[in-house]
Nanobody, 127 residues
Framework: QVQLVESGGGLVQAGGSLRLSCAAS????????MGWFRQGLGKEREFVAA????????EYADSVKGRFTISRDNAKNTVYLQMNSLKPEDTAVYYC????????????????????WGQGTQVTVSS
């Protein structure tokens, strides 16, 4: 059974930092794109960042460019999201996602590209 488990969320003041982790189990994703999405209260799920299979390509939502960094460690089957200069509008449940297609990295900002999803971790940024 494939599982994606997010961790690292919490409460932080505006301007602070958090590092989210997403650990995969049940299969390896070393040749698959991974992404982060978020969903604020009463809002639709939105794209945050994505990374291709070996980390040579990344994509970010305009709202997080320059503040968030996505990375991966294929040996640990884990993807990370370093979030700096956090703002109250970053408050949301953050979800990790994995594409089932090897080497594919087309339109990674679309949630339909991802087959596997984690349960989410809450990030709350206070003003």
């Amino acid at each position: 059974q494939v599982q994606l488990v997010e961790s690292g969320g919490g409460l932080v003041q505006a301007g602070g930092s958090l590092r989210l982790s997403c650990a995969a189990s049940g299969r390896t994703f070393g040749r698959n794109a991974m992404g982060w999405f978020r969903q604020g209260l009463g809002k639709e799920r939105e794209f945050v960042a994505a990374i291709n299979w070996n980390g040579s390509a990344t994509e970010y939502a305009d709202s997080v460019k320059g503040r968030f960094t996505i990375s991966r460690d294929n040996a640990k089957n884990t993807v990370y999201l370093q979030m700096n200069s956090l703002k109250p509008e970053d408050t949301a449940v953050y979800y990790c996602a994995a594409d089932s297609r090897p080497l594919y990295f087309q339109s990674p900002n679309r949630n339909i590209q991802y087959e596997y999803w984690g349960q989410g971790t809450q990030v709350t940024v206070s003003s």
